[in-house]
C-alpha cells in the first residue's frame, strides 16, 4: 500500500526535530539546532492560498475580512493575510497553518499548490534581499504589511513585507512551485553571512504573534 | 537595464520586469470589408518615431497588467505626457 | 630593496605587518596595505611588463590603474592591475606578455621595427592575398597582446552581487563627495558613498603641505581634514560608504553600476553593486594629462601624483635624483614635499606662463630648487630604465641635459568625466580650465569638485555641499514626499550656499597643450596599444579628422585603460595639428564598463534559477537522463541509449508512465471567459461539450500556430485548458494582450505549477488505472477525448483525459503537484505485475512523430501557419465576430501556392533517419526536416518535413542535404501520414 503523503517543493538540508501531520503534509514545528538565531528561513508552503477575482471585488470579503482598497496594499486579520493585486484581484494567506472552510464562490481558486511560501525573518531580512533583488523594501511612503509583485533571484514573485522593525523584520513570498530547489539555494547562499538557517513553522508562528 | 517604466498598479520599476508590446495602434479593425493591405498596416507597419511614442508594456514579471506609457525612443526614458520632451 | 619611510602621518600601510608574496617563483615582502604594484616597487622591481606591440620595457606610471603598463598574473588570473590590487599573503604574482623576462625580453628587438607598422597596418596591408591574413594572425597574436587565459580556466574565488537602495548616489569619496554625502544625509535622505580607493579622503588624503592651512580655523592640514570628513561619513547613520568600489556605469534614470573589491573580513572576492537613485552626485575628481615627449613611458618616468602618493602613502621614495616637467601646481607641491622627504631636485620645469601659486614659488626657492619656466621634458634616455632626461625650452631652441633617476611627467589635469558622458552629458571645450566640462547635465545629477577645474579646498568642498543639497532637492521635489515647506527651506539654502561659494576662487586655469619639439616616432600617446605621436599624424594624414575615427583607426584609448591615457591629449593633439580648420577640441567617447571589470564579476553568484516537477527526484533516483528544456529541468531518457528503444516498445506492447507536468494548465471564468477563448482559439469554443476535451489551437496574427493544446469546460464561462509547455509563461499575457481595447469581465489563473501531469500509456493502461479507482474506466465509460473528475482513496482530487498523444491508449492525470508523488507511486505499485515502466521526453518525442501529432517548434517555426500543418479544420470560418487571432491572415493565406506543406516521409532503401533540420533541396533549398527517426515500431526511418507545395505530393521523391554532409545526398519518399495506426484504433480502443 502507498501511504498518501503531500510534499512540499522546498526541502532543507536540516533533520526536522518535532513534525506534525496536517492535512496529509508533514508540517516541520522545528528543526534539529534550529535555535534563537538572527535569521531564519521557512517553509509555508503548506498554508492554504486562494486567488480571488472580481470586477465587484468591494463585495467579497474573505473569511469576513475586507480586502484593502490601496493597490498592492495589504491587510493581516486574524490570522489571514489578504494582498491587494489590482482592481480586480487579491491574494488570501491562511497564516494560521490550518485548512479553513473554502468559501463556496466560483471567484475563488485555490492557489495553494501553484507556489512554494516562505518567510524569511530576522535582524538581516533586507540585507538578505537586497542580494536578491532591486527592491526598495525601506521606501518611506510605504506602510506595513504591503505587497511587491516583483521578481526576486529573478523569479516573479509576491512579497509582503509584515515588518522592517528591528529584529522583528520579516517578509512572506510565494513563487512558482518548481522554482523551489533553486530559490531556497539561492536564498540560503545570499544569508549564509548573516548565519540564515532553516525554521520550522513554530519559529514563524511565535513571530507573527508580534506583530 | 536604465529604462525605468510606471506600472500603473505598481510604480515605477526596472525596466527589464516588462515585456514590450508595440506602439500603441488602437483596437483591431472588423473583420468586415478588411482589405490585406489595411490588415498588413494594422499588424506590421510601425511609425518608427524618433522621438516620444505611445506604446503598449505589459508588467510581466510583477502584477501582469497592460498598458500604455510615453517614451523618448531617443534617449530611451519613459516621459509623463507626450510634451514632456519636445 | 628600498628603504620605507615608516614615521608619515598619511600612511596608510602598516610598516611593522609583513606579507609575504611570491613573485616569478620567489618570496618578496610586501607590508600590509601595500598594492601589488607598491610591495614590487619596495623590491626593487621596476620593469613591470612589456607593452602590447613593441614589447618596450614598462614600469609604475599613474599608480591607479590608468594603463596596462603594471598588468599581471594574479593567483592564475591575467591583466590583474596590480596598482588597483592590495596584495595578499600567498599571492602569486608573473609577468606577462613577455618571452623570458620583463626584465630581458626577447621580443624587445620589434621595438626597433616599428617603422614596419605606420597605424592601422593590420588593416591595409594583411589582407592581399587573403590566404596571408590566416598565417599572419597566428604570428601577431604569438608576439602582441597581453595576458594568456587557458580554455579551461575556471575562476577561483567567490563572486557575489548587491542592489541596495539609495536616495542619493555619491560617485567618489574625496573632499567634495563627502561634503555632497553628509550635506543629504542631513536631510534624512539615504546614501550612497562609493570610492575607488580603499579609503576615503580623494586627493586629500597624501597631502600634508600647509600653505593652506590658515584657511581651516584649527590650521589642520589636508590629510586630517580628509579623515575628520571620513570619520563624520563613516558614522553617519544615513550613509552607506563602498569604498574600493569603481564605478563602472552610469545610466540614464540614475542607474549606477560598479564592483566592489572585499577586504579579509567579507564574504567575497568581487560583487556587482547597482543602485537606482533619485539623484547622483559626480565627485570623481581629475586625472593627470600625460606629457608627450619621448620615450615618456620609459620607467622611471612617473606622473606627479604616482610619485607623490608613494612617498606619502606608502612610504616609498621613487627615485633618488628627480627632475620634474609639471604644468600645475600639484606638481610644485610635490617636489617641495619630495625634498622634505630627501629626494633631490634637480629641476622643477613648468610649461606655464603664470598662474603658479605664489606661496609654492617661495617655497620652491627656500630649499634652492632650480625653476625653470616655458620648458619641458623633450626625451628620456636610458635603454631599460631612465637614466638621464634632456629638457628643453617649448620652441626648442635651448636645451639641457640632466642625469637622473626619475623623471617626474605631468602636462595638466583632466576631469574623470565618463560618469557623466556615459549617462548623455554632452561635453564642450572649456578654455579657461583646458577641460571637457559637461554642457548638458543628466538629469538629477550633479558634478562636483576638481572636475569643475576647483583647486581651492574650501571651494571644492562647498561644491560637494552644494551637489549634496541639489541632490536632496530632487529627491523632496519627488511625488510621495515630503511637504513643500521642507523644499523651500532647502532651496533656500542651497541660495545662501551659492551665494558664499562665489565669494571663494573659482575654477582655476588649466595648462595649455603643450608637446614637447620632436618627431615623436617614439611619443606615446596610448600606451595600452602602442601607439605614438606620429601615429596620429599618419592617420590624420590619411584624412582622418575627427579624433573618434582615428581612435578607431589607430587603436588609441582602445585598450584596458579605457582611455585613461590618452583620452585628453588624442582631441587637443588632433585639434592642433588641424589647427587651421579652427574646430574645438572633440572628446572621444567613453563606454562602460569605465574600469576593467571581470566577467565573473557581473556572473555575481551564478544561481542558475531553473524549474523542476514534483516528480523530479525520483525521476533522477530512476535513472532518468535530465536536460534544461525552456525553464524546465526534464527526464529526455531513461537509459544512455538514446534511440530510447526500451521505453518506446513498452508503451507500444505494454504500459508506461512520462511525467507530463511541464504542460502549461490554466482557469479561466468570468462572464466573458468564452469570448476571450473564442478570440484566441481558431476554433469554436461555443461547442466545447462538459465531460469532453476540445483540441484546439492559437494563432498569432499572421495565422501562425503558437499554441495548441485541450480545453475542458468547468461550468458556465469556466474553463480549464492546457498550454504546451513554452508557451506557459506567456499565455496570460497574450490574452490580455489581444483583449486588451474589449473591456472584458473575465479571470485568468496560471495553475501550471500547481497541477501535476502523469500521462499513463499503452494498451495495459486501463488495467494499471482500474486498480487504484473504483470509478468505470471502460472504453465507453471513459472513451477517447473523454473528460472525468475523480477522487482518488477519497483523498486526491484528479481530472482525468482520454488523450492519444503517443498513438496508445493513454490517460492523462492532472492532479495536485503535493499529491503527485503519492498518485504516481500508486499507479506504479498497481502497474508492478505489468512491469510498468517509465519514459523520458524523448520517446514520447518518437512515439508521436510515428503517429505525426505535431510538437509545435518542431514541426512549425515562426512562419509556419495553422493550414501549412494541415490543422485548417480546427478553424472555424464563421465566427467573425469574435475577431479570431489570425483568421485574417488565413483567409489570406488560403490560396497561396507559394506556402509549404508538413508531409510524411521515409527513407529510401531502409536508410538510416535523417538528421532534424537537414535541408530539402534540389538545385535550390526546398523545404527541411522537422523530426525523422529510426521507427522501431514500423522497422523503417520516417519524419515529418515541410517542404514546398510541388514536392507534397506522395511519392515524390525527397534529396536531403545534411550539414558536412560532403556533397553526399540521402534520399527520402512523400509518404501519407500518420506513419502508426492510421485509423486510430488503438487510441481510441
Known amino acids: 500500500?502507498?501511504?498518501?503523503?503531500?510534499?512540499?517543493?522546498?526541502?532543507?538540508?536540516?533533520?526536522?526535530?518535532?513534525?506534525?501531520?496536517?492535512?496529509?503534509?508533514?508540517?516541520?514545528?522545528?528543526?534539529?539546532?534550529?535555535?534563537?538565531?538572527?535569521?531564519?528561513?521557512?517553509?509555508?508552503?503548506?498554508?492554504?492560498?486562494?486567488?480571488?477575482?472580481?470586477?465587484?471585488?468591494?463585495?467579497?470579503?474573505?473569511?469576513?475580512?475586507?480586502?484593502?482598497?490601496?493597490?498592492?496594499?495589504?491587510?493581516?486579520?486574524?490570522?489571514?493575510?489578504?494582498?491587494?493585486?489590482?482592481?480586480?484581484?487579491?491574494?488570501?494567506?491562511?497564516?494560521?497553518?490550518?485548512?479553513?472552510?473554502?468559501?463556496?464562490?466560483?471567484?475563488?481558486?485555490?492557489?495553494?499548490?501553484?507556489?512554494?511560501?516562505?518567510?524569511?525573518?530576522?535582524?538581516?531580512?533586507?540585507?538578505?534581499?537586497?542580494?536578491?533583488?532591486?527592491?526598495?523594501?525601506?521606501?518611506?511612503?510605504?506602510?506595513?504589511?504591503?505587497?511587491?509583485?516583483?521578481?526576486?533571484?529573478?523569479?516573479?514573485?509576491?512579497?509582503?513585507?509584515?515588518?522592517?522593525?528591528?529584529?522583528?523584520?520579516?517578509?512572506?513570498?510565494?513563487?512558482?512551485r518548481g522554482y523551489g530547489k533553486d530559490m531556497v539555494h539561492a536564498i540560503m547562499d545570499a544569508g549564509a553571512e548573516f548565519g540564515l538557517k532553516p525554521a520550522g513553522e513554530d519559529r514563524f508562528k511565535s513571530w507573527l504573534n508580534t506583530l | 537595464m536604465s529604462l525605468t517604466i510606471t506600472c500603473p498598479i505598481c510604480g515605477k520599476r526596472d525596466g527589464y520586469e516588462f515585456r514590450f508590446g508595440g506602439e500603441d495602434k488602437g483596437p483591431r479593425p472588423d473583420e468586415d470589408g478588411l482589405t490585406p493591405q489595411r490588415w498588413c498596416e494594422y499588424v506590421h507597419l510601425n511609425e518608427c518615431v524618433a522621438g516620444v511614442q505611445k506604446e503598449w508594456w505589459v508588467h510581466k514579471d510583477g502584477c501582469g497588467s497592460w498598458f500604455t506609457i510615453h517614451r523618448d525612443s531617443v534617449m530611451n526614458v519613459e516621459v509623463a505626457t507626450p510634451e514632456a520632451h519636445k | 630593496?628600498?628603504?620605507?619611510?615608516?614615521?608619515?602621518?598619511?600612511?596608510?600601510?602598516?610598516?611593522?605587518?609583513?606579507?609575504?608574496?611570491?613573485?616569478?617563483?620567489?618570496?618578496?615582502?610586501?607590508?600590509?596595505?601595500?598594492?601589488?604594484?607598491?610591495?614590487?616597487?619596495?623590491?626593487?622591481?621596476?620593469?613591470?611588463?612589456?607593452?602590447?606591440?613593441?614589447?618596450?620595457?614598462?614600469?609604475?606610471?599613474?599608480?591607479?590603474?590608468?594603463?596596462?603598463?603594471?598588468?599581471?598574473?594574479?593567483?592564475?588570473?591575467?591583466?590583474?592591475?596590480?596598482?588597483?590590487?592590495?596584495?595578499?599573503?600567498?599571492?602569486?604574482?608573473?609577468?606577462?606578455?613577455?618571452?623570458?623576462?620583463?626584465?630581458?625580453?626577447?621580443?624587445?628587438?620589434?621595438?626597433?621595427?616599428?617603422?614596419?607598422?605606420?597605424?592601422?597596418?593590420?588593416?591595409?596591408?594583411?589582407?592581399?592575398?587573403?590566404?596571408?591574413?590566416p598565417v599572419a594572425m597566428k604570428q601577431i597574436r604569438k608576439a602582441a597582446g597581453l595576458g594568456?587565459?587557458?580554455?579551461?580556466?575556471?575562476?577561483?574565488?567567490?563572486?557575489?552581487?548587491?542592489?541596495?537602495?539609495?536616495?542619493?548616489?555619491?560617485?567618489?569619496?574625496?573632499?567634495?563627495?563627502?561634503?555632497?554625502?553628509?550635506?543629504?544625509?542631513?536631510?534624512?535622505?539615504?546614501?550612497?558613498?562609493?570610492?575607488?580607493?580603499?579609503?576615503?579622503?580623494?586627493?586629500?588624503?597624501?597631502?600634508?603641505?600647509?600653505?593652506?592651512?590658515?584657511?581651516?580655523?584649527?590650521?589642520?592640514?589636508?590629510?586630517?581634514?580628509?579623515?575628520?570628513?571620513?570619520?563624520?561619513?563613516?558614522?553617519?547613520?544615513?550613509?552607506?560608504?563602498?569604498?574600493?568600489?569603481?564605478v563602472v556605469g552610469t545610466y540614464t534614470n540614475n542607474l549606477v553600476t560598479g564592483f566592489q573589491i572585499g577586504t579579509e573580513n567579507d564574504k567575497f572576492n568581487e560583487r556587482y553593486i547597482e543602485v537606482r537613485a533619485k539623484s547622483v552626485v559626480v565627485a570623481a575628481g581629475c586625472i593627470e594629462r600625460p606629457l608627450l615627449f619621448d620615450n615618456n613611458e620609459r620607467p622611471g618616468v612617473m606622473q606627479v601624483a604616482c610619485v607623490h602618493r608613494l612617498a606619502k602613502t606608502y612610504g616609498l621614495l621613487a627615485g633618488e635624483k628627480a627632475v620634474f616637467s609639471v604644468g600645475h601646481d600639484l606638481g610644485l607641491e610635490a617636489a617641495v614635499d619630495l625634498f622634505d622627504l630627501g629626494m633631490k631636485i634637480l629641476c622643477v620645469a613648468d610649461v606655464r606662463e603664470d598662474g603658479q601659486n605664489p606661496y609654492l614659488m617661495i617655497e620652491l626657492a627656500k630649499r634652492n630648487i632650480p625653476y625653470l619656466k616655458g620648458w619641458v621634458a623633450s626625451k628620456a634616455h636610458g635603454s631599460k630604465l631612465v637614466n638621464k632626461v634632456t629638457m628643453t625650452t617649448i620652441d626648442g631652441t635651448i636645451s639641457r641635459d640632466f642625469d637622473c633617476d626619475l623623471v617626474v611627467a605631468s602636462a595638466g589635469l583632466t576631469p574623470i568625466n565618463g560618469h557623466l558622458t556615459l549617462a548623455h552629458a554632452t561635453l564642450r571645450y572649456d578654455s579657461h580650465t583646458n577641460f571637457f566640462v559637461a554642457d548638458k547635465m543628466p538629469e538629477k545629477t550633479h558634478a562636483a569638485g576638481r572636475m569643475l577645474g576647483l583647486e581651492d579646498s574650501l571651494s571644492i568642498e562647498i561644491s560637494g555641499?552644494?551637489?549634496?543639497?541639489?541632490?536632496?532637492?530632487?529627491?523632496?521635489?519627488?511625488?510621495?514626499?515630503?511637504?513643500?515647506?521642507?523644499?523651500?527651506?532647502?532651496?533656500?539654502?542651497?541660495?545662501?550656499?551659492?551665494?558664499?561659494?562665489?565669494?571663494?576662487?573659482?575654477?582655476?586655469?588649466?595648462?595649455?597643450?603643450?608637446?614637447?619639439?620632436?618627431?615623436?616616432?617614439?611619443?606615446?600617446?596610448?600606451?595600452?596599444?602602442?601607439?605614438?605621436?606620429?601615429?596620429?599624424?599618419?592617420?590624420?594624414?590619411?584624412?582622418?579628422?575627427?579624433?573618434?575615427?582615428?581612435?578607431?583607426?589607430?587603436?588609441?584609448?582602445?585598450?584596458?585603460?579605457?582611455?585613461?591615457?590618452?583620452?585628453?591629449?588624442?582631441?587637443?593633439?588632433?585639434?592642433?595639428?588641424?589647427?587651421?580648420?579652427?574646430?574645438?577640441?572633440?572628446?572621444?567617447?567613453?563606454?562602460?564598463?569605465?574600469?576593467?571589470?571581470?566577467?565573473?564579476?557581473?556572473?555575481?553568484?551564478?544561481?542558475?534559477?531553473?524549474?523542476?516537477?514534483?516528480?523530479?527526484?525520483?525521476?533522477?533516483?530512476?535513472?532518468?537522463?535530465?536536460?534544461?528544456?525552456?525553464?524546465?529541468?526534464?527526464?529526455?531518457?531513461?537509459?544512455?541509449?538514446?534511440?530510447?528503444?526500451?521505453?518506446?516498445?513498452?508503451?507500444?506492447?505494454?504500459?508506461?508512465?512520462l511525467d507530463g507536468s511541464t504542460l502549461g494548465k490554466f482557469r479561466i471564468h468570468g462572464p466573458d471567459a468564452l469570448k476571450v477563448l473564442q478570440r484566441v482559439y481558431v476554433s469554436d469554443m461555443s461547442k466545447v461539450k462538459t465531460g469532453r476535451v476540445k483540441y484546439s489551437a492559437m494563432c498569432n496574427d499572421d495565422g501562425c500556430v503558437i499554441d495548441d493544446g485541450v480545453v475542458i469546460k468547468l461550468g458556465e464561462n469556466d474553463y480549464y485548458f492546457t498550454t504546451s509547455t513554452a508557451r506557459a509563461g506567456a499565455t496570460i499575457e497574450w490574452l490580455?494582450?489581444?483583449?486588451?481595447?474589449?473591456?472584458?469581465?473575465?479571470?485568468?489563473?496560471?495553475?501550471?505549477?500547481?497541477?501535476?501531469?502523469?500521462?499513463?500509456?499503452?494498451?495495459?493502461?486501463?488495467?494499471?488505472?482500474?486498480?487504484?479507482?473504483?470509478?468505470?474506466?471502460?472504453?465507453?465509460?471513459?472513451?477517447?477525448?473523454?473528460?472525468?473528475?475523480?477522487?482518488?482513496?477519497?483523498?486526491?482530487?484528479?481530472?482525468?483525459?482520454?488523450?492519444?498523444?503517443?498513438?496508445e491508449l493513454s490517460y492523462e492525470f492532472h492532479v495536485p503537484s503535493s499529491y503527485m508523488v503519492s498518485l504516481w507511486n500508486m499507479l506504479k505499485d498497481a502497474g508492478k505485475e505489468f512491469n510498468i515502466q517509465n519514459f523520458g521526453v524523448e520517446a514520447q518525442n518518437v512515439l508521436r512523430m510515428e503517429k505525426c501529432h505535431i510538437i509545435l517548434g518542431q514541426e512549425s517555426e515562426q512562419r509556419t501557419n495553422l493550414l501549412d500543418l494541415g490543422l485548417g479544420f480546427l478553424w472555424d470560418r464563421t465566427k467573425k465576430d469574435a475577431k479570431t487571432i489570425g483568421a485574417v491572415a488565413?483567409?489570406?493565406?488560403?490560396?497561396?501556392?507559394?506556402?509549404?506543406?508538413?508531409?510524411?516521409?521515409?527513407?529510401?532503401?531502409?536508410?538510416?533517419?535523417?538528421?532534424?533540420?537537414?535541408?530539402?533541396?534540389?538545385?535550390?533549398?526546398?523545404?527541411?526536416?522537422?523530426?525523422?527517426?529510426?521507427?522501431?515500431?514500423?522497422?523503417?526511418?520516417?519524419?515529418?518535413?515541410?517542404?514546398?507545395?510541388?514536392?507534397?505530393?506522395?511519392?515524390?521523391?525527397?534529396?536531403?542535404?545534411?550539414?558536412?554532409?560532403?556533397?553526399?545526398?540521402?534520399?527520402?519518399?512523400?509518404?501519407?501520414?500518420?506513419?502508426?495506426?492510421?485509423?486510430g484504433k488503438r487510441m481510441k480502443s
Open chain 1, 1 to 176: 500500500m502507498v501511504e498518501i503523503k503531500r510534499y512540499s517543493p522546498v526541502a532543507f538540508k536540516a533533520f526536522p526535530k518535532r513534525t506534525e501531520a496536517r492535512d496529509n503534509w508533514t508540517v516541520v514545528l522545528e528543526y534539529d539546532g534550529e535555535g534563537q538565531g538572527a535569521n531564519c528561513l521557512v517553509d509555508l508552503s503548506h498554508i492554504t492560498r486562494l486567488d480571488v477575482q472580481s470586477s465587484n471585488l468591494d463585495a467579497i470579503t474573505p473569511f469576513g475580512i475586507t480586502i484593502p482598497q490601496g493597490l498592492c496594499d495589504s491587510v493581516l486579520q486574524d490570522g489571514v493575510l489578504i494582498n491587494r493585486m489590482n482592481s480586480i484581484q487579491a491574494s488570501v494567506f491562511c497564516l494560521s497553518g490550518k485548512r479553513p472552510e473554502m468559501p463556496a464562490e466560483s471567484s475563488y481558486t485555490e492557489t495553494t499548490e501553484v507556489g512554494m511560501c516562505m518567510a524569511i525573518i530576522g535582524k538581516d531580512v533586507f540585507s538578505i534581499t537586497e542580494k536578491l533583488t532591486s527592491l526598495d523594501f525601506m521606501d518611506s511612503a510605504k506602510i506595513t504589511p504591503f505587497l511587491y509583485q516583483a521578481p526576486m533571484s529573478h523569479i516573479p514573485c509576491q512579497i509582503i513585507t509584515l515588518s522592517r522593525d528591528g529584529a522583528k523584520s520579516g517578509i512572506l513570498f510565494t513563487a512558482s
Open chain 3, 1 to 133: 630593496m628600498i628603504t620605507r619611510i615608516n614615521q608619515l602621518p598619511t600612511l596608510r600601510v602598516d610598516p611593522a605587518n609583513k606579507v609575504v608574496f611570491d613573485y616569478k617563483g620567489k618570496d618578496y615582502v610586501g607590508v600590509k596595505g601595500d598594492t601589488v604594484a607598491t610591495a614590487l616597487y619596495h623590491n626593487d622591481v621596476r620593469i613591470f611588463g612589456r607593452s602590447l606591440k613593441y614589447h618596450r620595457p614598462r614600469g609604475l606610471y599613474s599608480l591607479d590603474g590608468e594603463c596596462s603598463n603594471t598588468c599581471m598574473e594574479i593567483d592564475g588570473i591575467p591583466n590583474v592591475r596590480t596598482e588597483n590590487t592590495l596584495v595578499k599573503q600567498g599571492m602569486k604574482v608573473k609577468e606577462q606578455n613577455v618571452k623570458g623576462s620583463a626584465e630581458n625580453d626577447m621580443m624587445g628587438f620589434i621595438d626597433k621595427l616599428d617603422w614596419m607598422m605606420p597605424a592601422g597596418f593590420y588593416y591595409r596591408t594583411m589582407h592581399k592575398p587573403a590566404s596571408l591574413w
Open chain 3, 148 to 246: 594568456v587565459l587557458s580554455p579551461d580556466f575556471e575562476m577561483p574565488g567567490k563572486f557575489d552581487q548587491i542592489f541596495p537602495s539609495a536616495d542619493v548616489v555619491v560617485i567618489g569619496g574625496g573632499p567634495a563627495g563627502m561634503n555632497a554625502a553628509l550635506a543629504a544625509a542631513d536631510k534624512g535622505l539615504r546614501v550612497i558613498i562609493m570610492e575607488s580607493r580603499p579609503w576615503l579622503g580623494g586627493f586629500f588624503d597624501y597631502r600634508t603641505f600647509d600653505y593652506r592651512d590658515a584657511q581651516y580655523k584649527n590650521s589642520k592640514p589636508l590629510y586630517s581634514r580628509a579623515r575628520e570628513l571620513a570619520s563624520k561619513v563613516e558614522s553617519h547613520a544615513n550613509i552607506r560608504v563602498f569604498k574600493h568600489t569603481s
Open chain 3, 465 to 657: 555641499k552644494l551637489a549634496g543639497l541639489k541632490a536632496a532637492l530632487d529627491c523632496k521635489l519627488m511625488p510621495q514626499s515630503y511637504g513643500n515647506t521642507e523644499t523651500d527651506a532647502l532651496k533656500s539654502e542651497i541660495d545662501s550656499f551659492t551665494a558664499q561659494s562665489k565669494e571663494l576662487p573659482g575654477p582655476a586655469r588649466g595648462s595649455k597643450f603643450v608637446t614637447a619639439p620632436v618627431k615623436g616616432r617614439k611619443t606615446f600617446i596610448c600606451f595600452d596599444e602602442d601607439t605614438t605621436i606620429k601615429n596620429i599624424k599618419q592617420a590624420i594624414d590619411m584624412g582622418f579628422d575627427v579624433p573618434e575615427l582615428i581612435k578607431r583607426f589607430t587603436s588609441a584609448g582602445t585598450g584596458p585603460g579605457q582611455g585613461g591615457i590618452p583620452g585628453h591629449n588624442l582631441p587637443l593633439y588632433v585639434a592642433k595639428y588641424l589647427a587651421e580648420s579652427g574646430a574645438p577640441p572633440k572628446p572621444t567617447n567613453v563606454r562602460p564598463p569605465l574600469v576593467p571589470t571581470l566577467i565573473a564579476t557581473y556572473a555575481g553568484s551564478k544561481h542558475i534559477m531553473m524549474k523542476r516537477t514534483p516528480m523530479d527526484e525520483m525521476q533522477r533516483a530512476d535513472g532518468g537522463v535530465f536536460r534544461k528544456i525552456g525553464v524546465w529541468e526534464r527526464a529526455r531518457y531513461f537509459s544512455d541509449d538514446f534511440s530510447c528503444k526500451k521505453e518506446i516498445e513498452n508503451v507500444r506492447n505494454n504500459v508506461g508512465m
Open chain 3, 736 to 807: 490580455r494582450y489581444h483583449t486588451r481595447f474589449d473591456g472584458w469581465d473575465f479571470y485568468v489563473i496560471n495553475l501550471t505549477d500547481s497541477m501535476g501531469v502523469i500521462n499513463l500509456s499503452g494498451p495495459n493502461a486501463r488495467k494499471v488505472l482500474q486498480k487504484i479507482t473504483s470509478e468505470d474506466v471502460s472504453n465507453s465509460a471513459f472513451p477517447f477525448s473523454g473528460y472525468k473528475e475523480f477522487i482518488i482513496k477519497d483523498t486526491i482530487p484528479v481530472k482525468a483525459m482520454r488523450l492519444g498523444f503517443v498513438g
Open chain 3, 890 to 983: 488565413l483567409r489570406q493565406a488560403e490560396n497561396d501556392p507559394t506556402r509549404f506543406r508538413l508531409v510524411g516521409f521515409e527513407m529510401e532503401n531502409n536508410g538510416r533517419a535523417a538528421r532534424d533540420g537537414a535541408l530539402i533541396v534540389d538545385d535550390k533549398v526546398r523545404g527541411y526536416v522537422c523530426t525523422a527517426r529510426d521507427s522501431f515500431s514500423l522497422n523503417k526511418a520516417v519524419g515529418m518535413a515541410l517542404v514546398e507545395s510541388h514536392l507534397a505530393k506522395v511519392g515524390t521523391r525527397l534529396e536531403i542535404f545534411e550539414d558536412e554532409c560532403g556533397g553526399e545526398r540521402i534520399y527520402g519518399t512523400v509518404v501519407p501520414m500518420p506513419f502508426y495506426d492510421p485509423d
